[in-house]
């Protein structure tokens, strides 16, 4: 088993070139790799295989893909304010689906409070209510974009207060007490249980990438009945192999680990 992890940041309009804008990027990976017969498979899937619950055959020669913190620019396409507009990604993979007739699926990690995401709004994005969840469960239900979970506020840098308990904000791997991790990981996994779909696949991807010896040895592992995860990702540049570990999975982040869809191309080829 060896599966690269695709990630994408919606957010991620700098101008409308596959280096500064991620769905020009999307767009353009996407056919790039279906030329090279590579398969879109449900993240889902890959967990499933990793964790023995489904054939290794089920993600031969594919590549799953994750996208970051949810914002409206996940799922309905928007007109920016200096770039113009932008397609959706959930639009960008109907669109591909519809060229190819491949299947393609998405696994978007949202930012789960309603209050960090109205504050995120103002703070990262323009202010225009652009990060709302009134999309999540109906993109759940359809298909394309699945929802998972990337903490409850993602204690974020931007934020006036967050869930961590001496306000260390801007970085995830200062979420090491037990009090901490339940407010960021179980509380986010509640809310989303309540507001789009239980069960869902149980997936989690640490804010910043960065994690701790307390999440991933500790909290994770012993704790399962509490969050219902049942894997976490973070961002190694590696694909999933059985010497992945459960609790901090690998993933490529677009834009850091590849720069053009001919260096995807090859990183993903060199899966071996
Ligand atoms: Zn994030």
Redesign the pocket.
């Known amino acids: 088993m060896r599966v690269p992890i695709l990630t994408y940041h919606s957010n991620n309009v700098g101008g409308n070139d596959y280096a500064d804008n991620d769905h020009v990027a999307l767009a353009a990976d996407l056919r790039r790799l279906h030329a090279e017969g590579v398969r879109i498979v449900p993240l889902a899937r890959v967990v499933d295989a990793f964790l023995g619950e489904g054939g290794e055959e089920s993600v031969e020669n594919a590549i799953a893909l994750a996208c970051?913190?949810g914002s409206w620019f996940d799922w309905h396409d928007l007109d920016h304010p200096t770039c113009g507009p932008q397609r959706s990604f959930a639009n960008i993979l109907r669109d591909f689906s519809a060229e190819t007739g491949a299947p393609a699926q998405i696994t978007s990690f949202v930012?789960v409070s309603p209050a960090a995401r109205a504050e995120l709004d103002r703070t990262c994005l323009v202010g225009r209510g652009w990060w709302g969840d009134d999309w999540y469960a109906a993109a759940d239900r359809e298909g394309v974009v699945a929802i998972e979970s990337?903490s409850w506020d993602?204690n974020h840098a931007t934020l006036a207060r967050t869930a961590q308990h001496a306000q260390a904000r801007g970085t995830f791997r200062t979420i090491d007490t037990y009090a901490d991790a339940d407010a960021e990981i179980r509380s986010a996994n509640d809310w989303l249980d309540a507001n789009v779909r239980t069960p869902r696949a149980g997936l989690f991807a640490y804010?910043?990438g960065e994690t701790n010896d307390y999440l991933v040895r500790d909290y994770l592992p012993n704790r399962i009945g509490e969050h219902r995860l049942r894997a976490a990702f973070g961002t190694d540049p590696e694909p999933v192999t059985r010497r992945s570990s459960r609790w901090n999975l690998p993933r490529y982040v677009c834009g850091h680990h590849w720069r053009s869809a001919d260096e995807l191309a090859r990183l993903v080829a060199s899966r071996g």
């Open positions: 970051d913190d930012i990337h993602h804010p910043y």
